[in-house]
């Protein structure tokens, strides 16, 4: 699970800030133990903020972070695809992506400082016995290992000046870096983030990838293993998935049926989805065969089936996050979700949340980090749970956390929507007609 991440010279955010996970409040659902930490960790993280204050940078340094560990040994050929401080004369030095996780119980620690470049610095540090010791350490072309990882002494070879060690590390068998660099790999990101790199096609390239039906497809129409459950069976409907007696009284359930929960605890009316297919013509006029996806509307006491691309808008999203949700509620990954309300009615924003709070939707502790305008969601989560953007006068990001608002601690009791709306954490446009009337001559 996400302890914490730390970013600093990157797009709108300028001297750093820094996103925990740690609960405030540790007797509830979204809070889960970590006894090597004497802590506990949130399942939920909501950004929120006026527009241009950095909601997206934020969230997309760590899909940034996410996407280096993947490609810089693949893609970082000419030049690293980052972008720094945008405004004014900002930081002079390199930027600082720092991420704390624990992986199996332990924590561990990776630093990175790098510029467009070449990479400074990278650190990758554990802590067995909540004692901090190296895996490996970077310093330039210069690594250093910990004694008796001689596994990763290939890395060497593949390191370059734009090459992150632990991409080069990750390829050998060696299940410290591997373990902690799956942790990485598998943070998914949902919602479209702002790009707007200077690498051109280089950057389009490691855009990270919003999320696709064809995702949730492999959940309905791939292998059909039994998993643990993840979802109560009363969310199924008396007759409507047939369980044998086994699945009942080992509480498992087909990859198939618990994306069928998913799809129904939207209650859309869709009672099943089918996947078959269908005879076209190709661009030469000859017959072809492909797949189709058609979704099984109650009508009655009969079922419509309705092709995937008539479709509402909502319906076709809720579809597209199922196998990534469902993805990450098994592994206990991340997932990152810009413009929460953009995508998703205000009841199934908060019908996410409650599938992230819930020990028996959420048994693995995965993590949804989201931003969102929608201040009913609010209503939702607790006082830790909320982050807070700024924009400053130097155009920089200022990142809060609400419970910590102004150096006062915030009430549990506080109606966070009500006060967030009156402005008592700030975070809110600051809206002044004059000038737009005055341009229309209305004032003088």
Not at 137 to 158: M, V
Not at 251 to 269: K, N, P, V
Not at 347 to 362: D, G, H, I, K, M
Request: aromatic share 8%.
């Amino acid at each position: 699970m996400l302890i914490r991440f730390e970013a600093s010279n990157y797009r709108s955010i300028a001297e750093g800030v820094e996103l925990s996970m740690v609960a405030v409040d540790r007797d509830r659902e979204a809070a889960r133990d970590a006894p090597h930490l004497g802590e506990s960790l949130l399942t939920r993280a909501a950004i929120y903020g006026p527009n241009a204050s950095g909601k997206s940078n934020v969230i997309g340094a760590l899909a940034w972070l996410r996407d280096a560990v993947e490609n810089s040994l693949r893609l970082w050929e000419d030049e690293i695809p980052l972008e720094p401080f945008a405004f004014g004369s900002g930081p002079t030095g390199p930027s600082e992506f720092v991420i704390e996780t624990t992986v199996g119980g332990v924590r561990f620690e990776y630093i990175v400082e790098l510029d467009a470049r070449h990479i400074s610095y990278e650190g990758l540090f554990h802590y067995p016995e909540k004692k901090r010791r190296r895996i490996f350490e970077r310093e330039g072309s210069e690594l250093k290992l910990q004694r008796g990882l001689g596994a990763l002494a290939g890395t060497r070879e593949l390191l370059t000046e734009r090459t992150l060690a632990l991409s080069g590390a990750r390829r050998f068998d060696e299940p410290l870096v591997t373990n902690f660099a799956r942790e990485i790999l598998r943070i998914q990101v949902l919602g479209q983030l702002p790009r707007r790199g200077r690498s051109g096609t280089l950057y389009n390239r490691l855009r990270p990838r919003p999320f696709s039906r064809t995702d949730t497809v492999q959940w309905f129409d791939g292998p059909g293993n039994d998993q643990p459950l993840l979802f109560p069976l009363s969310l199924f409907g008396e007759g409507e998935v047939p369980l044998s007696d086994e699945h009942k009284e080992w509480s498992t359930l087909s990859r198939r049926q618990q994306a069928l929960a998913l799809l129904r605890l939207a209650d859309l009316g869709i009672k099943d989805v089918v996947i078959d297919r269908q005879e076209v013509l190709s661009g030469t006029g000859e017959p072809m065969s492909q797949r189709r996806l058609r979704l099984l509307h109650r009508s009655g006491n009969d079922s419509t089936p309705l092709d995937f691309s008539a479709e509402s808008e909502g319906t076709r999203t809720w579809f597209g996050l199922i196998g990534p949700v469902l993805t990450a509620l098994q592994a206990g990954s991340i997932v990152i979700f810009d413009e929460l309300d953009a995508s998703l009615h205000p009841t199934l924003s908060a019908e996410l949340l409650r599938v992230f709070q819930s020990p028996v939707t959420n048994p693995h502790g995965a993590q949804l980090i989201f931003t969102s305008h929608d201040t009913s969601l609010l209503n939702h989560l607790n006082r830790d749970e909320v982050w807070l953007t700024e924009k400053q006068l130097d155009g920089s990001t200022r990142l809060g956390a609400l419970a910590e608002f102004a150096g006062e601690r915030v009430r549990k009791s506080q109606n966070l929507e009500s006060a967030y709306l009156h402005g008592r954490f700030g975070a809110l446009p600051q809206v002044d007609q004059t000038e737009f009337l005055r341009a229309l001559g209305l004032i003088g």
